[in-house]
């Protein structure tokens, strides 16, 4: 005869397999679009790959777990008008489709930059640098061509990129735009985008905005744009950071300063890189570069499980912080969907294994995205 006992172990294990099951079941549902969705859009980085059909899982994942998309390298100067006048619509088009079929909110990134900008825009008919008439007429062109094809399906522009410079004294970065135009090609920016569409809201963009001198020279910068009444509705903090870089209190003191402005805050290209560095961490600008050493690649073979948790605390902080100001901050985008495609595999040192992101290279969700989803339920309670 079957012990009573034995009978309620099976029926326990029963119990216990199903919940397993439903749990798991549960995991493949977890949407950060959704935990989040009374918060702030949670928005991703995607390339043309992943919206076209050729990466039909990653559009899958992207489209269940986001509510904004930026394209990450697609509607940058040099991809939409290469040549004079000749413009390339193909792609920026098809992120617009992608965006609505899947209602995310779709980012323009980004209309004046210094970098990914083709040299003929800076250049006048004679071989000498553009004067600043033309650059004007130029910028204005360009932002009233792309503004204006995209009026009412792009949700926000980043008008202007990474205008400061990382030191001082000078406010902001010694480029062609503010060689030849002067200081005021970012007021112009603005007034330009406003003009092409007055709804989209238009943002200045940064990173290392941590930084309390680069801050303090952003804060200023964005305060004369308010005084001179220049239409900017909000600024992006990239965010590129580190496993203990920049600090938390640093994170939260940014915030707080430009919402003190009046001023919405997007977190628009996070990260958290995993990988030791011996140069200046933190400095996002593309051109920095490393020696390259295997013992700055030590995670070629995998993460070892104390890191991916330190990565899982890092993210859980950050956005502990991120839902504190849930009035001022109204998007966070990662800077891709995973690991394999995060730009920081190749930045400062080209091919290493970086683990910077909440998706991992099979498109297993890391322990770092369940983490910050228990952030969202944690808030609700
Ligand atoms: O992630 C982008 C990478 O694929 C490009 O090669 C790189 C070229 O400059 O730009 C990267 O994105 C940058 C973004 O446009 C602006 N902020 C810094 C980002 C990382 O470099």
């Known amino acids: ?24 079941k549960n995991e493949d549902k ?10 702030f859009l949670v928005g991703v980085a995607l390339n043309t790959a992943q919206i076209d059909g050729r990466s039909p899982k990653e559009a899958e994942i992207a489209a269940m777990q986001f509510s904004s998309l930026t394209p990450e390298n697609d509607l940058k100067w040099q991809s939409l008008q290469p040549w004079p006048g000749r413009y390339d619509f193909k792609r920026a088009d098809a992120y617009a489709d992608f ?38 007429k130029r910028m204005r062109d360009h932002i009233q061509m792309v503004v204006g094809r995209y009026k009412g399906r792009i949700h926000g522009w980043d008008v202007v990129n990474e205008a400061l410079a990382d030191g001082g004294p000078e406010t902001l970065r010694d480029s062609p735009w503010k060689r030849i135009i002067g200081d005021d090609f970012i ?35 964005l305060r004369g744009l308010i005084e001179r009444g220049v239409p900017i ?14 600090p938390l209190a640093e994170v939260e003191e940014t915030i707080k300063q430009i919402s003190a402005l009046g001023l919405k805050v997007m977190v628009t290209e996070l990260d958290v890189d995993v990988l030791p560095s011996r140069g200046a961490a933190g400095i996002a600008d593309i051109n920095r570069r490393e020696q390259a050493d295997p013992a700055l690649n030590p995670y070629a073979d995998g993460l070892p499980e104390e890191i991916q948790g330190k990565l899982a605390s890092r993210y859980a902080e950050l956005f502990q912080v991120y839902l504190k100001y849930p009035k001022s901050v109204t998007r966070v985008t990662l800077w891709g969907l995973h690991d394999g495609q995060s730009w920081l595999n190749h930045f400062p040192i080209r091919g290493r294994s970086n683990y910077p992101l909440l998706i991992d290279r099979s498109l297993k969700p890391k322990p770092a995205f369940f983490a910050v989803l228990k952030d969202a339920s944690s808030e609700k309670r």
């Not at 509705?233 to 920049?246: A, I, K, R």
Request: charged share 20%.
């Open 99 to 136: 965006a609505e079929k899947h209602r995310m909110k779709l980012i323009g990134h980004t209309l004046v930059w210094h970098s990914q900008t083709p040299a003929w825009v800076f250049q006048g008919e004679d071989g000498k640098p553009a004067t600043r008439e033309l650059l004007l």
């Open 30 to 39: 977890a949407s950060l679009r959704t935990a989040f969705a009374d918060h």
């Open 187 to 221: 007021d112009q920016a603005f007034r330009f985008a406003k003009e092409a569409d007055p709804k989209a809201e238009l943002y200045y963009n940064d990173y290392g905005l941590e930084d309390p001198r680069k801050r303090a020279r952003c804060i200023a910068m």
């Open 233 to 246: 509705d909000g600024v992006g903090t990239q965010s590129h950071f580190q496993l203990s870089q920049p």
């Open 1 to 24: 005869m079957r012990s009573p006992s034995l009978g309620l172990l099976l029926v326990l294990t029963a119990i216990w397999v199903a919940g397993l099951s439903h749990a798991a």
